[in-house]
């Protein structure tokens, strides 16, 4: 059964660095998302993406995220300048036009 | 917007037992509710979801039920088993975007 895959599973940066997660939406999905979770805390959303171009994003999504579609199989997640309280599970998700929606397995962010 | 709030934050049962999770949403738009099963560490899966066009549905163990009027869906778990122990997100997608609304999550914990 196709999986929606992220790498890198963790990463540990700097305060002030820039950070580029990656994920592998499943193969026939139209829809993507990332969502971000603090330890212990809820599924937060961060930004939907289709058709090439971001549909909605949350006030999380400032200015210091970006995200690309910069083949036809890889969705990036860029921070450009990281700070401590970005330090969180970051997860991919896909779906087609049904609403099912399928997570990765998610990166863990710590930001030091 | 959407806010989607969800009860009980921990739920504690004995193995055999049921158990009932409970979230409430605001956005008459809202028309698909997804569940998912977080286990420590991994990623959210999906459960089961209903569609505002069904009052209920059920898949073995576990079934939804929707209720539109008073704007409110709930999960129901029968015969628990240890393994049902996990976070358990309530979700809420409009019909005309591609935000989905999480709830806060409710820790099951299945005592044999």
């Known amino acids: 059964e196709p999986e929606v895959t992220q790498t890198p599973s963790h990463q540990v940066t700097q305060m002030g660095q820039e950070v580029i997660l990656r994920c592998v939406p499943i193969?026939?999905?139209?829809?993507f998302y990332w969502y971000r979770q603090i330890l212990g805390q809820k599924v937060e959303f961060l930004v939907s993406?289709?058709?090439?171009?971001?549909?909605?994003k949350s006030e999380i999504f400032d200015d210091q995220f970006s995200v690309e579609r910069p083949d036809g199989s890889n969705f990036t997640l860029k921070i450009r300048s990281t700070k401590l309280e970005d330090s969180a599970m970051y997860f991919c998700?896909?779906?087609?036009?049904?609403?099912?929606?399928?997570f990765g397995p998610g990166t863990r962010l710590l930001v030091l | 917007g959407e806010n989607v709030e969800q009860h009980p934050s921990t739920l504690s049962v004995q193995e055999g037992d049921s158990a009932v999770i409970k979230c409430t949403y605001s956005?008459?738009?809202?028309?698909?509710f997804p569940w998912y099963k977080q286990e420590l560490g991994k990623r959210p899966q999906l459960i089961i979801d209903i569609r505002s066009n069904v009052g209920e549905k059920k898949d073995q163990r576990i079934a939804v039920t929707l209720n539109k009027t008073a704007k409110h869906f709930s999960l129901h778990i029968t015969e628990t088993q240890p393994e049902d122990s996990a976070v358990y997100f309530c979700a809420a997608k409009k019909w005309d975007g591609n935000k989905f609304y999480f709830g806060s999550g409710t820790k099951l914990n299945v005592k044999p």
């Open positions: 193969s026939n999905h139209l829809y």
């Open positions: 993406f289709y058709n090439n171009e971001i549909s909605e």
């Open positions: 956005d008459s738009a809202s028309n698909y």
């Open positions: 998700a896909s779906r087609n036009r049904r609403e099912t929606q399928y």
